[in-house]
């Protein structure tokens, strides 16, 4: 199965300020990655794919083959992007299983 | 454009009942999966199905069965519901179930079992 892992469980950061929410990866193959967020009362949304390479409210993600890394990244956090992060692969065949992160809650306080 | 539905929204169960969650959507989607989203694990996948007529188990699979008899619907049934099985649980869809392709998610059915 392909596997991410978000390290961190817990973000938290003032306005203003960088921030980065890690994600690593461990499966072999061309790696297609996302990530997704949820903010409070709303359902997951996607939020970048790598594939794009483009950038979605502020949020910009590179992968980093060396170091099997996804890592989202934000120059100035806003208190709005205070939320749930997920780093995802995308959907595949059977016995290849969708597996999320564990998710990351990134707090921005003002 | 409604995209993913699912119902009931919310739901207090007693131990041992049975229990559909259901999931509908309407963008002709090949691949339906449920997750189930629990504090500090994340989310994690129950059941999948690639097109209507087939199935198959993801990480958690205990406990819960699902059915694709069509495209657009894809319930996720609680047999006899356990405490553990306390949670929120999310139905998504993506129109390919190969290579890359973007997750559509519903709102979520947060369900409680005594």
């Known amino acids: 199965a392909q596997r991410v892992t978000q390290p961190e469980k817990l973000l938290s950061v003032f306005k203003g300020a960088p921030v980065e929410l890690k994600c690593n990866y461990s499966y072999s193959g061309s790696p297609e990655l996302f990530w997704y967020v949820q903010y409070s009362r709303q359902r997951l949304q996607l939020l970048l794919r790598h594939i794009s390479r483009e950038s979605i409210k502020g949020f910009t993600a590179d992968l980093n083959k060396g170091e099997t890394s996804f890592h989202l990244k934000k120059p100035f956090a806003q208190e709005e992007d205070s939320a749930m992060y997920y780093c995802a692969p995308p959907p595949s065949d059977a016995g290849n299983m969708l597996t999320f992160g564990g998710g990351t809650r990134l707090m921005v306080k003002p | 454009i409604a995209g993913i539905t699912q119902a009931p929204t919310s739901q207090i169960l007693a131990a041992g009942r049975r229990m559909t969650l259901r999931c509908t959507q309407d963008m002709r989607h090949n691949a339906m999966y449920w997750y189930r989203q629990d504090l500090g694990l994340g989310l994690r996948l129950i059941h999948y199905?690639?097109?209507?007529?087939?199935?198959g188990k993801g990480e958690v699979p205990d406990g819960y069965s699902v059915s694709r008899a069509n495209t657009d619907d894809f319930p996720l049934t609680l047999a006899s519901a356990v405490p553990s099985q306390t949670s929120v649980y999310f139905c998504?869809?993506?129109?390919?179930?190969?290579?890359?392709?973007?997750?559509?998610f519903g709102e979520g059915s947060r369900l409680t079992v005594l």
């Open positions: 998504a869809s993506s129109d390919s179930g190969l290579g890359a392709g973007e997750l559509f």
């Open positions: 199905s690639n097109t209507a007529g087939t199935t």
